[in-house]
């Protein structure tokens, strides 16, 4: 018992929380953007995957870090923008069509990576994120070096869930967005185009779950490696769903879900009789209950999965 | 310019649709090999002489075939029924170590024909069992099956890592984590000699003869597929939804953990993680290309073992990376993605 107050008590779990949390805040607020439109995007594991490969690789190429994220927000934009003609434009099945961009995504960055990338025993790394303490918060005790001791990218996951959060539901646009989502047609006759409000928010969302790659490899880690997003992209569909698409509980379920996470993996070493993969499969069984849990009580974008097309009811 | 849904599908165009989609994917991974530095005939020729060149490559790529023609009759039953099954991948691995346990633990040194029957449906059954777990979240919680189905092929590949590295775990292996193989008598008859090729690709083909009679001559064919067009229609007719859905699910695991298992059986007779590199996700590819009809699938199956087993030869012979058949395959799903579409409706002008 003294040990898992040990594992709770240190730093150093508080600290992983964060750094756990940030890949699934970004994906998690992409799939949220892009399903407050009407468009579930099963690309998110593709294109976190790409990402983290194409990030890596500008900066492995000398580009600067922040270069390294840009680059990985644009190819996921672009990924978003197969993603939306196919379901947008042709209104194909978002089921299929995610899937079939998460697949040519992911192995579309294993045949880069091993064109670009010399086949080596270990796998070449780069300079990732430092952490930075913000001044005066991280002298505070404990808390300081547990949450105010992150790389950056982690600080601009937390803004933009804010952001995204303001946006849904302050502004004009957010309404424009939401609307679209529930009720194309009555979106439509408000003199809003659903076409083009579903394209901005898939691209964009995309582009959010590039970021959540690249922070795996250039700042999590610092090398890539195939598989390594390792079902990260349908957890954070599963958060979207745990959350009630609201950006503020993702950010919370994000951070919940880290926190297990971290846990488990401190828990390892002192219960070291259960296989370890025991643990492994927690993650993974946790989002489910997550899911049986939320999934009825969740209010639904009315329209998601639903194509749109003008003048067809 | 618009669109028009088409009355009816002429039957050339839904042969053709697939082969027009495989084109498409075929130049534009033509155009990732010319970046890649490669002469993009010689290396398509390369492709196929590793697929087809000589009598071993041709068995190995009817040898690959076998477990995707079984993971995508799994896709191809249960999209037809829209159940969205994506677990193709861990299902597989369930059959498989069920097959291994069974046949090294329990049944020990049975009489083949006794074996093999017995290892083919405790396979089934374990594949079967996995997607109901999502079924039933599904029909109870309202939890969309993708997700979750998606979620347990981790679980599903962590549980069988575990159990080879433990209570499963093959002594002789030079403790490398690896079930013990199954009785010799229990492994699946070759079908050509000096090869792997196994019987398995006949119990595949009259499987999928059987899934193609079954949909179209019965009458839970047609609830199934009922279900899939207008669940609320479907249920207006008095069709027993529920029961059609669990029963679908049951055949589609089932065939997905019946690929595992013959894959133990046929090929190599005891289990590592290391035993499909994507049967699972391939197979939705399969059921797509072939456009759910189990007949297609057999030859959607066929063409994209040819690109594995092509491409292998093809990145020795040409130093391009073999991921390249990946890429092909996920390009050919999304191009006949497209040309489905183009085939439901027409452009009128």
Redesign the interface.
């Known amino acids: 018992m003294s040990a898992l107050m040990d594992i709770l008590a240190s730093a150093g779990l508080w600290g992983a929380v964060l750094r756990i949390a940030t890949p699934l805040i970004f994906g998690t607020l992409g799939a949220l953007l892009c399903e407050r439109s009407g468009v579930l995007n099963?690309g998110i594991e593709g294109i976190m995957t790409f990402g983290a490969m194409i990030g890596w690789l500008a900066v492995y190429n000398g580009a600067d870090l922040w270069t390294g994220l840009l680059v990985a927000a644009v190819c996921g934009g672009l990924f978003g923008l197969?993603h939306a003609a196919?379901t947008v434009t042709?209104?194909?099945?978002q089921?299929?069509?995610g899937?079939?961009?998460t697949?040519?995504a992911?192995?579309?960055s294993?045949?880069v990576f091993?064109?670009l990338v010399p086949v080596a025993g270990t796998p070449p790394t780069v300079e990732a994120f430092e952490p930075i303490a913000l001044p005066g918060l991280s002298d505070l005790p404990f808390v300081g070096p547990a949450f105010f001791t992150q790389t950056p990218p982690t600080y601009l996951a937390i803004l933009i869930a804010l952001v995204l959060g303001y946006v849904l539901f302050r502004t004009p646009l957010g309404l424009a967005i939401r609307m679209t989502g529930e009720n194309p047609h009555a979106a439509e006759a408000q003199g809003i185009n659903p076409m083009r409000v579903r394209y901005g928010a898939i691209i964009a969302g995309s582009a959010l779950m590039g970021v959540a790659g690249a922070f795996l490899t250039l700042s999590a880690f610092n090398s890539f490696f195939p598989t390594m997003v390792?079902?990260r992209g349908?957890?954070c569909?599963?958060l979207v769903?745990f959350s009630s698409w609201r950006p503020s509980r993702a950010l919370l379920g994000a951070l919940l879900f880290a926190f297990f996470d971290g846990f488990q993996v401190r828990l390892q070493t002192v219960l070291d009789i259960v296989?370890y993969?025991?643990f492994?499969?927690m993650p993974?069984?946790l989002?489910?209950a997550a899911?049986?849990v939320m999934?009825?009580r969740a209010r639904v974008p009315q329209a998601l999965m639903q194509p749109y097309r003008r003048g067809e009811r | 310019m618009r669109l028009e849904r088409r009355e009816h599908r002429p039957l050339a165009l839904v042969l053709v649709t697939p082969l027009v989609a495989v084109a498409v994917a075929l130049a534009i991974a033509g155009v990732l090999i010319a970046i890649a530095g490669a002469p993009v005939i010689a290396a398509y020729g390369e492709l196929l002489k590793g697929a087809f060149g000589s009598r071993l490559a041709t068995t190995e790529t009817l040898t690959r075939a076998i477990p995707l023609i079984l993971t995508g009759m799994a896709a191809a039953v249960a999209f037809r029924a829209q159940v969205w099954n994506i677990g193709g991948e861990g299902q597989f691995y369930l059959g498989a170590i069920a097959a291994a346990a069974m046949g090294s633990e329990v049944l020990g040194d049975l009489p083949g024909f006794v074996q093999i029957p017995v290892l083919m449906l405790t396979g089934a059954t374990a594949g079967a069992v996995l997607l109901l777990i999502p079924l039933w979240l599904r029909l109870r919680f309202f939890v969309d099956e993708v997700v979750t189905t998606l979620l347990l092929n981790f679980v599903a590949i962590l549980f069988v890592s575990m159990l080879i590295d433990t209570v499963l775990k093959d002594p002789l292996g030079f403790g490398w984590p690896q079930s013990e193989a199954i009785a010799d008598q229990a492994m699946l008859p070759d079908l050509v000699s000096r090869s792997r090729l196994h019987v398995g690709l006949i119990i595949a083909m009259v499987l999928a003869l059987l899934v193609w009679f079954v949909q179209r001559r019965t009458v839970f064919g047609m609830q199934s597929r009922a279900a899939g067009l207008s669940p609320s229609g479907a249920r207006f007719a008095g069709i027993p939804l529920g029961r059609t859905l669990i029963f679908v699910a049951m055949i589609s695991g089932g065939f997905a953990g019946l690929a595992g298992a013959i894959e133990v059986m046929g090929v190599q007779g005891y289990v590592t993680t290391e035993l499909s590199p994507g049967f699972g996700y391939s197979g939705i590819v399969v059921a797509m290309l072939a456009n759910l009809n189990p007949i297609g699938v057999v030859f959607a199956a066929i063409f994209i073992a040819t690109m594995f087993v092509g491409a292998d030869g093809m990145s020795r012979a040409m130093s391009i990376p073999a991921y390249i058949a990946d890429v092909t395959v996920s390009l050919s799903l999304l191009s006949m993605l497209v040309a489905l579409f183009f085939t439901q409706y027409r452009i009128r002008k």
């Open positions: 099963l197969l196919l042709l209104g194909l099945s089921h299929v069509s899937l079939g961009v697949l040519f992911s192995s579309f294993y045949y091993r064109l390792q079902g349908w957890i569909i599963a769903v296989p993969q025991v492994l499969m993974y069984l989002s489910i899911l049986a999934a009825r």
